[in-house]
């Protein structure tokens, strides 16, 4: 299993451009989740889902979307890029159900930076 | 509301020495989770250990221990023969239930020295 995949691993937007962040899970894992780690901080969840097709906010949402067509992939979409969302974004994700362990599996996390 | 509070910032030790980082939280529930992780220079979460509040013996993984205190809201880790690759930052989590968000400390920068 190559377990939690993201890309791209580094990337800068200019102000007001637009990206996907791509996050990929080959465990059958239900709950995904993003969370942005800014410098010298913990992390915060952006945006979580519990399975495909449903998602909720999570802390810090605001600038960001997401979707959840498979079960498979949780793409975040950055629509209007702001210096604010420089930060280095990780997925995760967990199997909650009969037998599943509630630990979360961390992606190696994407490091944005908009100028 | 849950929360993590990890108090020392930075730590550092010597090689093979033993270190413990400390851990408190505060929460009304009486059955939750448990986690610390590593983040290293690269930056990925590894997962060190969890700890499930219902169990009373303290999760062991190889070199690292927990001492889980559950009325002092208490979950420190212990990471014995400390080694150069133990150099990384450690975040404590707790989660309340399966469906419930899991809530990060600010961690704390241990520096293991030759």
């Known amino acids: 299993n190559a377990g939690v995949t993201q890309t791209p691993k580094f990337r800068i937007l200019k102000i007001g451009q637009s990206m996907t962040l791509q996050c990929t899970q080959d465990?059958?894992?239900?709950?995904m989740y993003w969370y942005r780690q800014d410098p010298g901080m913990g992390l915060k969840l952006i945006y979580y889902?519990?399975?495909?097709?449903?998602?909720d906010k999570g802390e810090v949402p605001n600038g960001y979307n997401v979707s959840r067509s498979t079960t498979e992939d949780f793409p975040l979409r950055l629509e209007l890029a702001a210096p604010s969302q420089t930060s280095v974004y990780f997925c995760?994700?967990?199997?909650?159900?009969?037998?599943?362990?509630?630990?979360?599996?961390f992606g190696p996390g994407t490091r944005l930076l908009v100028l | 509301a849950q929360t993590v509070t990890q108090s020392q910032p930075e730590m550092s030790v010597q090689e093979a020495e033993t270190v413990t980082l400390s851990c408190t939280y505060d929460t009304s529930e009486s059955n939750y989770y448990l986690f610390w992780y590593k983040q290293p220079p690269s930056r990925q979460m590894i997962l060190v250990i969890r700890?499930?509040?219902?169990?009373?013996q303290n999760a062991t993984e190889n070199r690292f221990s927990v001492n889980f205190q559950k009325a002092a809201k208490s979950f420190s880790l212990k990471i014995s023969d400390s080694q150069l690759g133990d150099t990384a930052m450690y975040f404590c989590a707790f989660l309340r239930n399966r469906d419930d968000k899991i809530i990060f400390g600010k961690g704390t920068r241990l520096h293991i020295l030759p």
């Open positions: 995760a994700s967990s199997y909650a159900g009969q037998g599943g362990s509630e630990t979360q599996y």
């Open positions: 700890q499930e509040a219902y169990k009373q």
């Open positions: 465990m059958n894992h239900n709950y």
């Open positions: 889902s519990v399975g495909a097709g449903i998602t």
